[in-house]
């Protein structure tokens, strides 16, 4: 019988007795854990070998990421420098793992050692202060990282630990909860079918009282009638296209409803002024500057912002410096040529 794959990241030799711990507890609960220490990652000879974890951490069920003090070795394609500065900015392999599931919307848990998140409070009051020594963490890296976990609308559960012990209760207590909505979920499906099929027996229904209604305001002469209940048609049906937009489907955890939604990016006329709209929406838990320099790193942000766009009917939003920078294009790139390395952390 199939088991789920629970892929285990972190760095290594500063959590290697948590990962031993987890790999039993995982092991216990008839699932199948995948550590790259343990042997569990099917490496390709045509890529760089950290490449062969992120096709792994795609290919999982679940995916456990834990934050101690250390960033990890830079990924492959880099500039080959082994050593970096505190200040210095790069990303590891094990973000690169935690970017190459959250991609695929693997169910994702957090663990973060309480030191470094106090480390991490810290951070965040002196932001610009590069003279304070952090005791806990070795780049401040770790620190853009959580910024990053931590902003994500969705799928970023995280939890703060001192003992392997605690991990294993809350992991215990979230897969239960995910097994519960699995089978309620199972259960809804063939509730949702049985009414999919009313519906479409109430389109019929509404189609024909439709024709009725337009042979009877022809008759009395005023077809005004019609015209303001097929506006009223044409905004509820594009209202149920954007709520399956997943651009809109994220603002729900920040009380943006899907109106509110429609209204902020049919008046926005810049990328820049509709990441201000959101921040206002969001009453700031969505930082503008942020926001902005995600979508410059990576143009697919930028074709699910225009796609909502697209539905309104309306021309797609560019950078305010449109004229600098390219607004968006259909496909990541990433610089830098690729090096045989594996994640050393």
Not at 204 to 233: C, H, M, P, Q
Not at 253 to 267: G, H, K, L, N, Q
Not at 302 to 314: C, E, F, K, Y
């Amino acid at each position: 019988m199939a088991k789920p794959r629970v892929f285990l990241s972190s760095t290594f030799y500063d959590l290697k007795q948590v990962r031993s711990s987890l790999q039993s507890f995982i092991a216990s609960l008839g699932y199948d854990p995948v550590l790259s220490e343990k042997g569990s990652i099917a490496y390709s000879p045509d890529v760089a070998l950290d490449e062969s974890c992120y096709r792994e951490a795609k290919g999982c069920d679940i995916f456990v990421l834990i934050i101690g003090g250390r960033y990890g070795s830079e990924v492959s394609e880099s500039d080959g420098v082994e050593t970096k500065g505190f200040y210095e900015r790069y990303e590891s392999i094990t973000r690169k793992e935690y970017e190459s599931a959250v991609e695929r919307d693997i169910p994702t848990y957090v663990l973060l050692e309480k030191s470094v998140f106090s480390d991490y409070e810290t951070f965040k009051r002196n932001r610009d202060n590069q003279t304070i020594n952090y005791a806990h963490v070795d780049s401040i890296n770790i620190f853009g990282f959580i910024d990053y976990i931590l902003t994500r609308p969705r799928n970023n559960p995280v939890h703060h630990f001192e003992l392997s012990t605690e991990i294993e209760t809350w992991l215990r207590e979230q897969w239960a909860g995910l097994f519960r909505e699995l089978i309620r979920s199972r259960a809804d499906r063939t509730l949702i079918s049985s009414l999919a099929e009313q519906v479409g027996d109430l389109t019929n229904v509404s189609a024909t009282l439709k024709r009725y209604l337009e042979e009877v305001v022809s008759r009395v002469g005023d077809k005004e009638i019609i015209s303001e209940e097929d506006a009223k048609l044409s905004s509820s049906r594009i209202l149920a296209e954007l709520a399956k937009l997943p651009a809109v489907s994220n603002l729900r955890p920040f009380d943006v409803s899907t109106e509110t939604a429609r209204d902020i990016f049919a008046s926005a006329d810049s990328l820049n002024d509709l990441a201000k709209r959101l921040k206002r929406a969001t009453n700031g838990k969505i930082d503008a500057e942020n926001l902005i320099a995600r979508w410059y790193a990576d143009p697919l942000f930028v074709a699910d912002m225009n796609s909502i766009r697209g539905v309104l009917g309306l021309p797609p939003l560019t950078f305010e410096d449109h004229g600098q920078r390219k607004a968006a294009g259909p496909k990541r790139s990433r610089a830098g040529a690729k090096t045989s390395k594996l994640n050393a952390d």
